[in-house]
Each structure stands twice: as structure tokens, then as C-alpha cells.
């Protein structure tokens, strides 16, 4: 992000800061509560977003090495992410093409050129290239070339890796990330490893998780721990395409008055939440990033991988006390988040919650909201 920008999005902060305003909906919108109970719509959504749109997997330096490999999965799908002898990034069905077997159920690994599949031996290069069939003169009929593991559209991009869920459909991750490219470039997230990454089990439809990261409303009242290190109402939204921005000043955004606007910088000052359609928060603290994936499991519950980014330069061992801390803070401001999330759900089942209504300051959560129904829409698959 360009300094310009910067001084951009401190100066409007600051005006909200002088006038006691936040960035707001031009009218607050009334939700049903069968957005997040209806097992039809969820469907719609599997196929829609889930097997349509490139979809953020994890950090690029989770494989930074030749040879590296993780496993996952998400979203029903299981998946053998490699980089192979080039460099070059592979998303690998974890199934072997003799009779289905996860070639590996490690979650990670390093230094592995092939995979023997456990069941009876066939041996795959981490490319996908089938390379050895055990009793080969009994698989006349098997040419090699045409049993590789089947491999899904993959990307490296924006020190991320973006994967597609439907074979041999064309994975544009420049297009879908157009807006918000100069933004993630800007975070570095290459030069970042991951650290202690968590996974927690939401009772509650994702997309009600979702809606907790692009409100800042709820934070004076759901997480008073963390209240004093931010200004609480005052946001600055912008959309960047289906993705958005939202920037929430911390409470040392106040010294950015003192000194002159050529001197504005944004990161030191606020926590800006990347909202990527369709569920992935990339949350830009000053010193790390969060990178949140909210994964549907069924229609009223879902996975949240928390993985904490922090800078390859302090991530040695000094570092990590530092490091701890920033994280019991994400931990325990994330469970008060979904012990209430968790709670909305149960209600809406019950019958308790059938409508919900979204005020003009949780504008963030409207943008989600046409976000997805914009994009539902334009499929044809009006809900
Ligand atoms: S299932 Fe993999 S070799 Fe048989
Ligand atoms: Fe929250």
C-alpha cells in the first residue's frame, strides 16, 4: 500500500476520531435466520463458492522448501499440497489411483520426493506422476501416464496458496484477487512463517463467524480484555472488488494528530482486517498477521484454522514469549466470539431468532451479505 493510501485511511480515521463517526451503511438491512439454517442454501453455497472460487489454503511458506508437502481436509476434499524439484506448487487428490488409499496421513512433511501408497506399494513423484506399479504385469491395461494423481487448479500468489475444488476448471487468481492485490503485497506475507497455528469447532453456520471478523461493533461488549487497545466505533471501509477492507484504529492511532500527514503511516496505528470472499480473514496487526480460514462442515458448524504469520527475521526462539502472548490474546478473544456465535445458531434452531437485523454500523457485515447473494445471483441461483 503506497504512502499516499495510507495517509489516506489515517486522515479518514481521524476525522471519525474528531467527530465521534465510523464509516456507515446507507440503511440497515433485516436478516432472515434461514440464511444460516437453510440446508438448500448451504448446498447452493457448497457448489457455488466452495467448489467455484479460488479458495485460501494456507501460507506459501507451510512448503517454502522442494520436497515439502501438507495434507488437509477441508472441505470434504482430501488434498496432498507439494512442491515439487522446480519449485513449482501442486494440489494433489490424497488418493491413490489403484483402489483409493490416502497415500499419507502425516499433516506435513519435508525432503519427500515420492509417495508409496501403504496399501500395495504404488509409488508417486510429489508432481503427481505415477512412477511404480508394484506387480506391474498384472495391470496390463494401466499406462502410467494416465493414472497420475488427479491434480486440482492450484495458485501461488500474494504469499498464499489458493487452490480450486473442481478439476480442470481455470484457477484466475490474478483476476479474483485484482483490488486487493497491492494491498497483500504490501503485507509481505511470503517473507512470514507460521506460528503454533490453531484449529477450534464452531457450533454455528460460517457464516456467522464470518460476520464476527467485519464488525467492530460488538467489541466494546463481547471482548472488554482488549477494548483499551482500540478507539472502539471508528472504521474505515472500503470494498476492493468482492474482498474488503476494513481498518480499525488502534489506540496509538491518536499520535498520527501530533505529527505532519507526510509522515502517516497505517500499520504501527491500526488492525486492518482483509475480508476475502468468500472466508478467509487476513488481519494485519503491527507486527503479524492472522490469516483465519472459516471452513463450512455442515450446514450449523464449521473449522476455524487460526494461523498467526509473523516475520522470518523474529521468529527465532527469543521471540517466542512475545509471540505467546499475541496468541493467548487471539485465543481467548476468539473463544468469547464463539461461545456467543455458537449461542446465535442454537437460538435460530430453536425457533428463538427468526429475524435478525444488521445496523447501519455493521456495514462490513452488509458487504459480506452482498458479497455472496451478488455472486449467488449472478449464477442464476437465487435463494
Ligand atoms: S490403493 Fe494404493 S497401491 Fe493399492
Ligand atoms: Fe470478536
Redesign the pocket.
Known sequence: MNPELQAGLVGRVLDHLAAGTTDMAPAERAVAAGRYLSAARYQVEQQALFRGLPLVLGEASAIANPGDFITTDDYGVPLLITRDAAGTVHALLNA??????L?TTAARGCGKQAFT??????VFANDGRLRH??HGACFPETEKDRHGLVAMPVAERHGLIWVGLEPGRPLDVARFTAEAAADLDWLELADCVAFRPFTVTCRSNWKLVVEGFVEQYHLYYAHPRVTSAYYSDAVVIDRLGPHQRLVAPRSTMASQAKVGRHRWRLRPVASIAYYLFPNTMVIAHPDHVALVRIVPVTVDSCTVHWTMLIPRAASDATWTPHWERARESHLTTFAEDVALTDGIQAGMQGGAVPDTVIGRNEWGVINCIDSIDGYLDALGQTL
Open positions: 491413490c489411483t489403484h483402489r483409493g488409499s497415500l501408497c501403504p496399501y500395495h506399494g504404488w506399479v508394484t
